[in-house]
Each structure stands twice: as C-alpha cells, then as structure tokens.
C-alpha cells in the first residue's frame, strides 16, 4: 500500500508563506484525487483543497486566492503554498489520497501561525 508523508509544516509570523509536500512511496496517478485536510485544536478535521487526476482543483472558502493545491507527477508530490497566512490557519496539515476503494491518510504536518 502507498504512503503518504507530509514535511514543511512551521512557525510562522502572520502573513508569512509556507509550502507543504506530501511524498508519495508509490505512483500517485493510482489515486483518482489528492486532498489536504487540517485539524485544529479541539476542532474537527476539514477540508482544505483537493486536485484531482484530471487536474481540476477545488478550495475551501477561507483560503481561496491564498492557497494553491499542485502536484508533481514524476516526484509522486503533492503540495499545497500557503500565501498571507492567518493565526486561524494553524492546525495540523494531513494529505490524503483517494482511490476507488479506499482513502491514505499521512500523519499530518504542524503549521503554526503567530501573531
């Protein structure tokens, strides 16, 4: 079974930009989309971006226009920028990947935003 592991996660001052990678330890294309989730504390988890195998992606409304969900195909690589980050963006990060009977979940990576 492909893995996911997510890195880049850190603290970060309000405003400021992180990129998070989630690396695969098979071939993507296997998955017919690719998510990242975010928990934050005492909250339960929730969507943040999706793309899927033809490309297309989907945000939630709160970080649209400030986060950008992209892959790499050829690094089996997902990754999401995050742009004009907020103290409510910190959370643990978690990628996951869907195929047609199950769901791959990474074990999250902490963004931390300070004010």
């Known amino acids: 079974q492909v893995q996911l592991v997510e890195s880049g996660g850190d603290l970060v001052q309000v405003g400021g930009s992180l990129r998070l990678s989630c690396v695969a330890s098979g071939d993507i294309s296997g998955f017919y989309s690719m998510n990242w989730f975010r928990q934050a504390p005492g909250k339960e988890r929730e969507f943040v971006a999706v793309i899927t195998e033809a490309g297309v992606t989907v945000y939630r409304d709160s970080v649209k226009g400030r986060f950008t969900i992209s892959r790499e195909i050829t690094k089996n690589t997902v990754y999401l920028q995050m742009n004009s980050l907020r103290p409510e963006d910190t959370a643990v990060y978690y990628c996951?990947?869907?195929?047609?009977?199950?769901?791959?979940w990474g074990q999250g990576t902490q963004v931390t935003v300070s004010s």
């Open positions: 996951r990947g869907d195929d047609v009977r199950s769901v791959t």
